[in-house]
């Protein structure tokens, strides 16, 4: 099965830009998603396909995918950014099945 | 808008059984594929199960697979989950989700998602 692999923690100061990558075996050929949340919330969707941004979801938020890895990059960082956040592909190597990263928990400092 | 109700969650014995229940609105249920996402505590976002807009596709994660089984009444706009020989690593917030398109194993993020229901699998 496909595995997407983030870092378990990134810490950024207010003000500067916080980087979340996720690596997969070739994920450039997939599209990928992100999703942010905050405790005792639903998850919410921050970035789709890669590099769009749903409407309500600050410019601040942007994406990018090559190669073996997609980048979540959030500039102009605040401290409501504090969260949890995942990337997610789809897997269609067995059936289609949703795979989730293991998420990456943003500290602003 | 959107809105997607889950209920049914609880606390039962390891081997036990449960069934969640999800309510929709504010879409045309029988147009989306709808899934289970669970998190349990201290770890990340697990996909659980997927079924296709007309019941036709169904799909596992493989640490559920055999013993929990996805369904959905479309003449109700609900989603269901039934949950057998309950395991302690079952325990979680399990979350209703809408795929975002009505590709049949379409590629479409989760666009929206209802607020979970708590299961503990305890004795």
């Known amino acids: 099965s496909y595995v997407l692999t983030q870092p378990p923690s990134v810490s950024v100061a207010p003000g500067k830009t916080a980087r979340i990558t996720c690596g997969g075996n070739?994920?450039?050929?997939?599209?990928v998603h992100w999703y942010q949340q905050k405790p005792g919330q639903a998850p919410v969707l921050v970035i789709y396909?890669?590099?769009d941004r749903p409407s309500g979801i600050p410019e601040r938020f942007s994406g990018s995918n090559s190669g073996n890895t997609a980048t979540l990059t959030i500039s102009r960082v605040e401290a409501g950014d504090e969260a949890d956040y995942f990337c997610?592909?789809?897997?269609?190597?067995?059936?289609?099945?949703?795979?989730f990263g293991g998420g990456t928990k943003l500290t602003v400092l | 808008e959107v809105h997607l109700v889950e209920s049914g969650g609880g606390l039962v014995q390891p081997g036990r059984s449960l069934r969640l229940s999800c309510a929709a609105s504010g879409f045309t249920f029988d147009d989306y594929a709808m899934h289970w996402v669970r998190r349990a505590p201290g770890k990340g976002l697990e996909w659980v199960s997927g079924i296709s807009w007309n019941s036709g596709n169904i799909d596992y994660a493989d640490s559920v697979k055999g013993r929990f089984t996805i369904s959905r009444d479309n003449a109700k706009n609900s989603l269901y989950l039934q949950m057998n020989s309950l395991r302690t690593e079952d325990t979680a917030f399990y979350y209703c989700a809408k795929r975002g398109d009505t590709i049949l194993r379409g590629v479409a993020p989760f666009d929206s998602w209802g607020q979970g229901t708590l299961v503990t699998v305890s004795s």
């Open positions: 396909f890669d590099s």
């Open positions: 070739n994920i450039g050929s997939k599209s």
């Open positions: 997610q592909v789809w897997d269609s190597s067995s059936g289609h099945s949703g795979v």
